[in-house]
């Protein structure tokens, strides 16, 4: 609710955090423009994330040219704010409700419509409403829709990626196209996935894991992440908790071995490995 998403926010910037990412499926913006407006840190020191087009599963949030630049207003008066850092179109499909002839409903593929969407992102760049524009959940083919257009390509992709779930010829493929690569659910999300899963344990509970970070004298979490980033993987940890937050700040002191890295990208996953929905089934 609100008043979670405002207490966490200020206590992530209270210990040190300056990036926030925010969207309305996740249902934090309100939460987050209370906190940005009540924090005395300079917004030039704050880098906000927002998505659009997730018209699959939010009503008000489809894809398509107009559709998406509609959005811009209502997150940015939520945020509190005048731009965004970073805009990203939320996933690749379905388009939902949406008014562009490209995004019909019962298409076999939404190729013209993340084309139409991506030209309304361009726009929301160059009106100022964003300082940059990228993708989340797109797969190497969503993201060749994009590049056969000629047009600027995503500044990042925003994608599941943790010790069970590492995509890394996708990694590969944006380097290729200098495309940043940020991933989301680094830890495997231990509050809930294990159990919505049937996982025996939690991913940070992998002995691999747990003797490294005992190794290194850190927590399985800083692990994790170190060996994300190692991956040329830019992370996205979650939480409430402060001194997690802490925690999650510090795992730029840790650096593993070749051996290490190699051991925990070897960890066998369990066998529904991935926690979110496969974005590589939307066509």
Known sequence: NDTVAKKAVLNWLDVGGRRIDASVSYRNQPGVGQALAETKIPREELFITSK???????????????DTLLQIGPVLETLQ???????????PGPPG???DPACKPGQT????????????????????????????????????????????????????????WHEDELVAF?????????GYSPMGCP??????????????DEPVITQIATKHGVPASQVALAWEW?????????????????ENLSFFNIKLSDEEVESIGSIKPPT????????????
């Open 272 to 283: 529904k490995s991935k926690v979110c929905p496969d974005p590589s089934k939307i066509l």
């Open 174 to 182: 944006c380097e290729k196209y200098n495309i940043s690569f940020n």
């Open 97 to 99: 409700k949406s008014t």
């Open 81 to 91: 704010t005048t731009y965004v850092d970073l805009l990203l179109i939320h996933w």
């Open 109 to 164: 593929d939404y190729r013209a419509c993340r084309q139409s969407t991506w030209r309304a992102m361009q726009k929301l760049f160059k009106d100022g409403k964003t300082r940059a524009i990228g993708v989340s959940n797109f797969e190497k083919n969503h993201l060749e829709d994009i590049i056969s257009m000629g047009e600027m390509l995503p500044a990042l992709n925003q994608v599941e990626y943790h010790p069970y």
């Open 230 to 246: 190692q991956h040329g993987v830019s992370v996205n940890p979650r939480t409430e908790n402060p001194e997690h937050m802490k």
């Open 52 to 66: 659009v087009g997730n018209g699959g599963l939010i009503s008000g949030a489809a894809m398509g040219y107009n």
């Open 191 to 204: 509050d809930w996935a294990p159990a919505s899963h049937n996982w025996t344990h939690r991913l940070l």
